[in-house]
């Protein structure tokens, strides 16, 4: 019998939807066994729907995708039951995508101790310009030192720049979401990039730099934040650094120099004591000793962990000693640079 068409289609119909049936039990096995995740470090964490950005709510917090991953990849915490985003470096090259819509951007490992991932384009140019723009009109003032004599060894002298600092409600309107992009980058609930401090625009001129120091440094019990409360400037009893994540992205091409470096990541344990005890810090003669140099590029963004989280993903943790870093001379040319730093509480 030669089939119609009518049969044909009944015919594709049944077996098509128990073949479409078993596809979707196997789909569904390898999804909840872990298996894809298991197979590849180039996961996709781009996937979450917009909705769920803004607002966390709490449905946001347990879609599928965050679910698979806290399940296979046990590491990356997610904010369930209280417990904070840990991302694991992989190894050297890996990368992360994510889907920013009209682009997709990947997070590149560059370092695993402490882990350090650059993002290329992570603004585009013309968002980098208006951000400086807005610095400038601002009006930057010769930057300090935070917490001056405890992260910082060389009071004033090691550092040559020029800063001021944007509210996230205002860079959140020069930068349509730059917020929420920072909130993808981190995998942190928003209200850590909200309570971050505020974001830092520097400017570097000819000679500038920012010589080998740590962002952050062992909390001590009962003292606030920095960022939490308002200090007196360089009021270092006030207020402590607790900046789990910092967020650094470039605003301009530097024609030459600037480089930011990370004299110790990954570097031995006796390569680390012996660093401590030299402190080769003066980056205008050692910048290129370093064991991971960073050239800047307009819009990139370079993202470090300077603390570890406490043993239960709840709170900070110890400083990462290999977390030291700087900016080197800027030869020609000038540099820009805004940082966020994002604030756990110990
Ligand atoms: O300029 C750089 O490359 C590093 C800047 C830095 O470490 C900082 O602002 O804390
Ligand atoms: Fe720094």
Not at 135 to 143: D, G, M
Not at 163 to 169: C, K, L, P, Q, V
Not at 312 to 317: I, N, R, V
């Amino acid at each position: 019998m030669i089939p119609s068409s009518k049969n044909i289609r009944l015919f594709t119909n049944k077996y098509c939807s128990s073949a479409n049936n078993v596809l979707r039990i196997v789909i569904y096995l390898l999804i909840y066994s872990g298996i894809p995740y298991s197979l590849s470090t180039n996961h996709d964490y781009g996937g979450y729907p917009d909705s769920c950005d803004l607002n966390e709510q709490p449905e946001c917090t347990q879609t599928k995708s965050v679910d698979d991953k806290s399940k296979t990849v046990s590491n990356i915490m997610k904010k369930t039951d209280g417990h904070i985003a840990w991302i694991e470096p992989g190894e050297i090259g890996d990368e992360n995508t994510f889907n920013f819509g009209d682009r997709i951007l990947r997070r590149v490992t560059r370092a695993k101790d402490p882990p350090v991932y650059v993002i290329h384009d992570f603004l585009k140019e013309d968002e980098a310009d208006k951000l400086r723009k807005h610095a400038l009109k601002l009006k930057l003032e010769p930057s300090t030192s935070h917490a001056e004599g405890i992260t910082f060894p060389y009071k004033g002298f090691g550092r040559k720049s020029k800063t001021t600092w944007i509210h996230y409600t205002d860079y959140d309107k020069i930068v349509k979401k730059l917020s929420r992009r920072f909130k993808r980058l981190t995998e942190l609930p928003m209200k850590y990039i909200q309570k971050a401090e505020l974001l830092q625009v520097a400017q570097y001129e000819k000679h500038g730099h920012y010589y080998t120091h740590t962002d952050s440094h062992n909390t001590v019990a009962n003292r606030p934040c920095c960022g939490r409360v308002e200090c007196e400037e360089n009021s270092k009893f006030c207020c402590q650094l607790c900046r789990y994540i910092t967020v650094m992205v470039y605003l301009n091409d530097v024609i030459e120099g600037g480089e930011t470096v990370f004299p110790v990541a990954d570097a031995s344990d006796e390569t680390l004591k012996k660093y401590q005890k030299e402190k080769p810090f003066d980056l205008s003669k050692h910048c290129y000793n370093s064991s991971l140099i960073i050239t800047p590029s307009k819009g990139m963004a370079v993202m470090w962990y300077n603390h570890k989280l406490n043993p239960t993903f709840s709170g900070l943790g110890d400083l990462i000693e290999r977390s030291y870093h700087g900016g080197c001379d800027v030869k020609y040319g000038e540099k820009w640079i805004a940082n966020l730093w994002v604030v756990v509480d110990p």
